[in-house]
């Protein structure tokens, strides 16, 4: 994000971002100089970068821009992954902490995905269906703000999935499945009727869901 193009919100965002890490013990530089920069983001500036011992973050906030520039994120998230220590953050906007107090706890949504899977098998397949997505993403929700992926409530499905995968949360199979079941879910939820197949599509997310839950609390740990 070009600091010319930041209005007041997105400033204030990214110094209370800024903050944050400085509280955890970081050194950082905003909209870092070449200088500042390590090689392999020679050709990119990123909003920030944390710096703490052999521990370095990428940080961007995620604004609107062109559905292009989504492969490019992904395209330096992924260089960034391959660095040794070095690790990268979206910052999708709102309060981790405010955000994390609106989810319900890991026993409520195992419960709730204990209840879907019973829906679906009972053949309820849109009660359960939506159930289980509406899960799911909590489970998603609580494991990315566990391992520091801030997003605020309105943040779209695919975004939280990209950002799961980029955290290595979600593997490659399981966004395939959970790409597929936002697809479906979309559908249900706009009154469609279930297809052929949605039953077992959506029981596989329990366990993926499940997995997300574990991350969490071993992230909260």
Do not use: C
């Amino acid at each position: 994000m070009n600091v010319q193009s930041k209005d007041f919100s997105e400033r204030t965002l990214l110094e209370k971002t800024a903050e944050r890490y400085r509280a955890k013990g970081y050194k950082v530089a905003i909209e870092p100089a070449a200088k500042e920069r390590p090689d392999f983001l020679s050709d990119f500036l990123p909003d920030l970068i944390a710096t703490k011992g052999d521990e370095g973050v990428v940080v961007e906030l995620k604004t609107p821009y062109p559905r292009d520039a989504d492969a490019r994120m992904s395209e330096i998230a992924g260089r960034v992954r391959q660095q040794p220590g070095w690790r990268f953050d979206l910052v999708i906007g709102g309060s981790a902490e405010a955000a994390k107090g609106d989810l319900p706890s890991a026993r409520v949504l195992r419960s709730r995905l204990k209840e879907a899977a019973e829906l679906l098998e009972a053949r309820h397949v849109v009660a359960g269906a939506l159930l289980l997505w509406a899960t799911f993403e909590g489970a998603a929700r609580r494991a990315a703000m566990e391992e520091g992926i801030e997003i605020d409530t309105s943040a779209a499905g695919r975004i939280l999935l990209r950002e799961l995968v980029a955290k290595g949360l979600l593997e490659d199979e399981d966004y395939e499945t959970s790409g597929l079941a936002l697809e479906r879910r979309n559908g249900l939820a706009h009154g469609y009727s279930p297809a052929a197949g949605d039953a077992r599509l959506f029981l596989k997310l329990r366990p993926i869901a499940e997995n997300l839950l574990r991350s969490s609390a071993k992230s909260a740990k």
